[in-house]
């Protein structure tokens, strides 16, 4: 490796140059003349900006990833055949499939907290999961489970919070009481919401009406945006994989739109598509709607 080379002088007022005192901006100008490499030459100020240049890379890399406007090669899902990973060895794993939507909460806020290099996918396959995640990560053998500090975790909302209060990246939960207070009741009912509109599949679409009502009337409650607490929040994040679900299959299947007369869903919806952080976790309507219809084919 070809050695460099830096020549510096220092040009004083005092023609003093034996000694040289710690600070020189008094009275001594310090003077870069050149740094020679093989077959080149860079003057200073080109490598300063050479230097700056990398630096401001990182700097709108890392800014990208927290933004969630990364895209990241996303890894196939393990099956029956698959070897586990090495458990507990310093790194983070997110383990989830696909086409869960419980799972997708995670996914969701590990990119929109800019987490994609500290929290690794792990995707398993839904259908055929291996033997070894059930035995040794989650014994109910569902998913999301967050393998950190050499210890295995579950629940997805659990995880939510736990990933926003343990990991650097933009807060997703408000310090304001009231709105702290409304999201603690937003995230409490979101499986008496869930239930609900799962009940109407085997009935009319119609029953679902007030689930979705008080959606509306939940997201009308702050003024200062379009999220069910103005800004976007652990909330958003809570409900988004469910309404993703809900909304085309319910208009597929029982011709029933959730979003007529209800404003303030379809402006939350049209923002929510804007989040490249969720984008990044979301799966085609129609294969959501062939995995629901085949899932609650008894129910139709």
């Not at 800014?63 to 990973?85: C, F, H, Q, R, Y």
């Not at 939507?101 to 907290?113: E, G, S």
């Not at 929510?272 to 709607?289: F, G, H, I, S, W």
């Amino acid at each position: 490796m070809a050695s460099l080379k830096l020549k510096v002088s220092y040009r004083c007022s005092n023609n003093n140059t034996n000694s040289i005192p710690f600070s020189l901006s008094s009275f001594c100008k310090k003077e870069v003349t050149q740094i020679r490499f093989p077959n080149t030459t860079i003057s200073p100020p080109k490598l300063h900006l050479q230097a700056l240049g990398n630096a401001r890379a990182k700097v709108l890399f890392s800014a990208k990833i927290a933004a969630g406007t990364v895209n990241e090669v996303l890894p196939p899902p393990l099956d029956s055949t698959s070897e586990p990973p090495q458990f507990f060895d310093g790194t983070t794993r997110l383990y989830i499939s696909y086409t869960c939507p419980f799972a997708q909460r995670v996914w969701i806020t590990r990119n929109c907290k800019g987490l994609q290099d500290k929290i690794k996918l792990v995707i398993l396959d839904r259908e055929n999961r291996p033997a070894w995640y059930k035995e040794k990560i989650n014994s109910a053998d569902k998913v999301p489970s967050l393998e950190h500090n050499n210890e295995f975790k579950g629940e997805s909302l659990d995880l939510i919070k736990y990933i926003d209060s343990r990991f650097e990246g933009p807060s997703l939960f408000p310090h304001d009481p009231d709105k702290k207070e409304f999201a603690e009741e937003l995230l409490s009912y979101t499986d008496k919401f869930n239930k609900a509109v799962f009940s109407s599949f085997e009935r009319d679409g119609n029953v679902a009406g007030a689930a979705f009502d008080y959606i509306e009337t939940a997201l009308s409650k702050f003024g200062d945006g379009p999220f069910f607490l103005g800004q976007f929040s652990l909330v958003d994040i809570a409900y988004a994989p469910f309404i993703e679900r809900f909304q085309p299959f319910l208009l597929d299947v029982k011709k029933y739109d959730i979003i007529a007369g209800r404003p303030k869903l379809e402006a939350w919806i049209k923002e929510m598509d804007k989040n490249d952080a969720y984008k990044q976790t979301r799966r085609e309507p129609k294969e959501l709607v062939e995995i629901y219809k085949k899932r609650f084919s008894t129910l139709l």
